[in-house]
């Protein structure tokens, strides 16, 4: 299901002034920088409202030898995206004092999202896998004296994910742009999909999994001697990594494939199943657990 929802752009306005001392007396000022939310693209025609909440924006200083976290945001602020757009406004998310320097990671903590569809006018939530947005990469922001803006454009149409056969939004953020602007000259600006995709820190794949075409929630009732299919090809990894799957039926079965089948032959019994989905840098768990009837 496409979802055609607003690009969105958070500017991340980091003010640094006055590094040096020329005299014992003198004070080191620093000013303040904004973190602004902007709207760019179309509204939604599947949602009335989406609200994203933003819990914190780290900035890392690799300057001096072990480096160092800077908050710019420590607040959480849920802006609806949507009257954004339609409003043609900005959202200022934080301020923050930083010292020049180089900043070599930008990490954004989403917490969660909910919506409003358009046609039911049903709440739904929106499901976040992974809080973290993790952009890093070597000398990636110079941040000098004076006014500098940090651009991040989360494209939303390719965030949201419906998953369980239509029954369940995820929204893991994906980037279209990022830039970086010293006063009103371009310092850093990156738009190519696959540079940025590079940037980004890995994500975990997000698993969905129907067990005979049917969502399963923590517990699931089978039936002893019968055949069922467990389908984790709905199993999603944002960064486009391959992905091998590991299922662990708890009774000695163990199996490899994003489609499988298994049957049960012990009745009255409880088996714990666990299935294992790697992308080549990091490990996804998926864990219910089986009641077997006669």
Not at 50 to 73: A, C, H, K, P, W
Not at 82 to 107: D, Q
Not at 110 to 134: D, F, M, Q, R, Y
Not at 163 to 186: A, C, D, N, T
């Amino acid at each position: 299901m496409r979802m055609k929802i607003a690009t969105i752009c958070i500017a991340v306005g980091l003010f640094v002034f006055a590094c040096g001392c020329v005299e014992e007396k003198e004070e080191v000022e620093v000013e303040t920088g904004n973190v602004v939310f902007q709207v760019t693209d179309k509204v939604t025609v599947d949602f009335d409202y989406v609200n994203v909440t933003f819990s914190e924006i780290r900035l890392f200083n690799q300057t001096d030898e072990n480096g160092s976290y800077i908050t710019v945001m420590s607040e959480s602020k849920t802006v609806d995206l949507i009257s954004l757009n339609l409003s043609h406004i900005n959202e200022t998310l934080g301020v923050a004092e930083i010292e020049v320097g180089n900043y070599s990671k930008l990490w954004i903590n989403i917490s969660s999202a909910i919506g409003v569809l358009n046609e039911t006018k049903e709440t739904v939530n929106i499901t976040v896998p992974s809080g973290w947005l993790k952009i890093q990469q070597l000398h990636l922001f110079n941040i000098q004296k004076g006014n500098n803006t940090i651009t991040v454009d989360i494209d939303l149409e390719n965030s949201i994910h419906m998953f369980h056969g239509g029954e369940e939004y995820k929204f893991i953020p994906v980037i279209s742009s990022l830039e970086h602007r010293h006063e009103k000259k371009l310092q850093f600006r990156e738009h190519n999909k696959s540079k940025i995709r590079n940037m980004v820190g890995n994500r975990k794949p997000a698993i969905d999994i129907l067990v005979n075409d049917s969502l399963v929630e923590k517990k699931v009732t089978l039936t002893a001697n019968e055949t069922y299919e467990f389908n984790a090809s709905g199993t999603l990894d944002v960064d486009g990594d391959d992905m091998t799957f590991l299922w662990d039926f708890g009774d000695g079965t163990n199996v490899t494939g994003a489609v499988v089948t298994h049957s049960y032959t012990d009745e009255q019994k409880t088996y714990q199943l666990w299935l294992t989905v790697s992308d080549g840098h990091d490990e996804a768990k998926w864990h219910v657990t089986v009641k077997i009837n006669s």
